[in-house]
């Protein structure tokens, strides 16, 4: 195996170098035919160029599709992040989320879209919590170009300064990406409650203001998805629980909500539709989809969602205002409709 390992390493070496000779030759021809062309500085400009363009390529290590091996980096990352919940790091916690669009969609608490942002609201919890134990297990590990989307549940037992012990324990959506040197980079996150918690015990948290990002992808794919998310609120208004997941869940699906443990498939999640979205007296007056980030990854699609539910009982007699977000993987069936893939979603 190990022959056949240096062997191809070879032969990798070998075809990228008879590349480069041919790009040389072939700018070496250029610059010949325009000798005494008024523009032959523009020949040697073209050499650097190509030159460049190879250097680059040849020094990119190509992504591994190995599963298991980003699952156990990711394993070592949550082990280094737990510790740093417990010790209280805020330089370990904010090393691995992205610089320019990080989306954190905490449960209880309005999305962020700044590092700043993220930075504060775990400063809250440190200067409001102690931590005792904290612990991440991943459930599966799904790589999509340069993407790792990884869900997993997670214990997070806290003391408010001055209370008794909470054990807070739910799931989580993460999304990675994965960077030309093979690091890792934290664009978004989600988590939420396996069971109903009081709010009450992450009052210690202050919401702050942050402007939502602008869609990133083509308008033909944003239409597409707004299209699908126009008719899950048709749904919900109608309370049709039993089309909502028929009609937009794969049958592999993994459906995430809140004060709800992690639904793994459509015979789990039709039937929590069909209880969740029974008429029972319940009127849904309004209600809003709407998306900020996009980013289309071949037939899947990954959208950030916001929704909004004015919803009212009893006559009119009891009447909320929800608000709320979610992580979306679209995927193509082999219709080429985009169906559920995974999502997960939590209250504001």
Request: a positive charge; one cysteine or more; charged letters at 25%.
């Amino acid at each position: 195996m190990k022959l056949l390992s240096v062997l191809h390493g070879f032969w990798d070496v070998s075809f990228n170098v008879l590349n480069f000779s041919v790009l040389m030759i072939y700018s070496l021809l250029l610059t010949y035919q325009f000798k005494y062309h008024k523009k032959m500085r523009n020949s040697y400009l073209w050499i650097v160029i190509m030159f460049l363009l190879f250097s680059k390529s040849f020094g990119q290590e190509p992504i591994s599709k190995d599963v298991e091996q980003w699952k156990e980096k990711l394993k070592s990352i949550n082990s280094e992040l737990a510790n740093a919940f417990v010790n209280k790091d805020i330089n370990v916690v904010m090393k691995y989320y992205d610089d320019k669009e990080p989306t954190c969609m905490p449960e209880y608490y309005t999305a962020i879209y700044t590092k700043n942002g993220i930075k504060s609201y775990y400063e809250q919890w440190f200067e409001n919590v102690t931590i005792n134990t904290y612990k991440r297990d991943i459930y599966e590990v799904q790589l999509i170009k340069n993407y790792l989307i990884e869900i997993g549940t997670f214990t997070n037992n806290f003391t408010r300064n001055g209370g008794a012990l909470f054990v807070y324990e739910g799931k989580y959506m993460n999304v990675w990406r994965i960077e030309k040197n093979q690091d890792l980079k934290l664009i978004s996150e989600i988590w939420g409650a396996n069971s109903a918690v009081d709010k009450s015990n992450f009052s210690f948290l202050k919401p702050q203001a942050s402007i939502m990002p602008k869609l990133g992808v083509n308008k033909a794919i944003s239409d597409e998805v707004n299209k699908r998310n126009k008719r899950i609120a048709e749904l919900v208004k109608k309370r049709d629980g039993e089309k909502h997941a028929t009609e937009f869940f794969e049958k592999d699906a993994i459906y995430m909500t809140y004060d709800t443990p992690m639904l793994v498939g459509i015979d789990n999640i039709k039937p929590y539709f069909q209880e969740h979205e029974k008429p029972n007296g319940v009127s849904i007056d309004a209600i809003q989809i709407r998306a900020s980030t996009m980013i289309a990854l071949g037939k899947f699609v990954l959208e950030y969602g916001y929704y909004y539910v004015d919803v009212s009982w009893d006559n009119k007699k009891g009447r909320a205002i929800v608000t709320g977000k979610s992580t979306n993987l679209w995927k193509r069936d082999e219709k080429g409709i985009l169906m559920l893939y995974r999502q997960m979603v939590n209250h504001d």
